[in-house]
């Protein structure tokens, strides 16, 4: 089993940024691809960024490439969105989640075996 923790949401003002953390354990954090997501109120849960297990590969959706970046540090099983110029399209509720075994980033909630409890992001006009 694995256990995902994500922290570093908030209330920001647009325009302003945010770096959320994933925290893992329980199993091999390198053996796992990675990918965050976000579900606003009454929207489906959206696919927003990922990187495979080894680092060699990143996607983005198009509502956050260039604003967004992710990174990862496998030696501290640690996931991160670094999230610029904020809008308030970007409030909702942020997840981060892994999918074993991948050197590719697929993009559908599906596709992960581990998702965290998420954490709140709220962007104000």
């Known amino acids: 089993q694995v256990q995902l923790v994500e922290s570093g949401g908030g209330l920001v003002q647009a325009g302003g940024s945010l770096k959320l953390s994933c925290a893992g354990s329980?199993?091999?954090?390198?053996?796992?691809?990675i990918g965050w997501f976000r579900q606003a109120p009454g929207k489906e849960r959206e696919f927003v960024a990922g990187m495979s297990r080894n680092g060699d590969s990143t996607r983005y959706s198009d509502s956050v490439k260039g604003r967004f970046t992710i990174s990862r540090d496998n030696a501290k099983s640690t996931a991160y969105l670094q999230m610029n110029n904020l809008t308030p399209d970007d409030t909702a509720v942020y997840y981060c989640a892994l999918d074993f075994g991948r050197l590719i980033v697929r993009t559908t909630t599906t596709s992960y075996d581990y998702w965290g409890q998420g954490t709140q992001v709220t962007v104000s006009s």
């Open positions: 329980g199993r091999t954090f390198s053996n796992y691809a």
